[in-house]
């Protein structure tokens, strides 16, 4: 979804993929380079723009670290068929999908996603390495803490906040504060678990 996002982009060249995975040679017809050892020499022979195309939140935090260390600069991925207000703000690295809506003054942390159909309403504040699944839907003022999942069809209602980390089930309704590093399901949301990792 990214390559296509990417390449309707006529600002952007896309060069390669690089993966772990040394079977890949391809992904979307875009050639996999290798693995993360290329990423210093790309960079010395003139590349230095990178979007990290991962789901996990930590580990998309963490290469973007390694990347912006080594000189690189993260690009967003913005469908053109989202719809983002001219008062949002959107940090580096974000990707916003197709049928996506970021409406007055939200604000995006860097290398958060706002996936397929996910509205994000007025004056929310999502913070750094969140994802957004598809379908979910931020009624206005909610605040949701860098690092934060919130699963598939997942509703929160107006100026609820979300701590760091949490994890929100698919199709849960969040109707009152969430505290940090909380697995929370269900409908009205409650927490079933609260973690001490990230």
């Not at 913005?78 to 970021?102: H, K, R, T």
């Not at 996603?113 to 509205?119: K, P, R, V």
């Amino acid at each position: 979804m990214v390559i296509d996002i990417l390449r309707a982009d006529p600002k952007i060249e896309l060069v390669g993929c690089i993966d772990k995975d040394p079977s890949l040679r391809s992904v979307a017809r875009l050639p996999v380079l290798g693995d993360d050892s290329l990423l210093a020499g790309l960079h010395a022979q003139g590349i230095q723009h990178a979007f990290i195309a991962i789901g996990s939140n930590r580990v998309r935090q963490q290469l973007g670290q390694q990347l912006e260390s080594l000189g690189f600069r993260l690009v967003s991925a913005i469908s053109p068929f989202s719809w983002i207000s001219d008062s949002a703000q959107l940090g580096d690295g974000v990707a916003v999908m197709p049928g996506a809506v970021i409406n007055a003054e939200a604000k995006i942390g860097r290398l958060s996603i706002i996936n397929t159909g996910a509205t994000v309403d007025h004056e929310c504040d999502i913070g750094e390495a969140c994802h957004i699944a598809p379908g979910s839907a931020l009624s206005g003022n909610v605040t949701v803490g860098k690092g934060t999942f919130l699963g598939t069809g997942t509703r929160v209602i107006d100026a609820i906040e979300i701590g760091p980390w949490a994890m929100v089930g698919a199709g849960s309704v969040v109707t009152r504060p969430l505290p940090g590093r909380c697995t929370a399901v269900g409908v009205p949301c409650r927490v079933i678990k609260l973690r001490t990792d990230d």
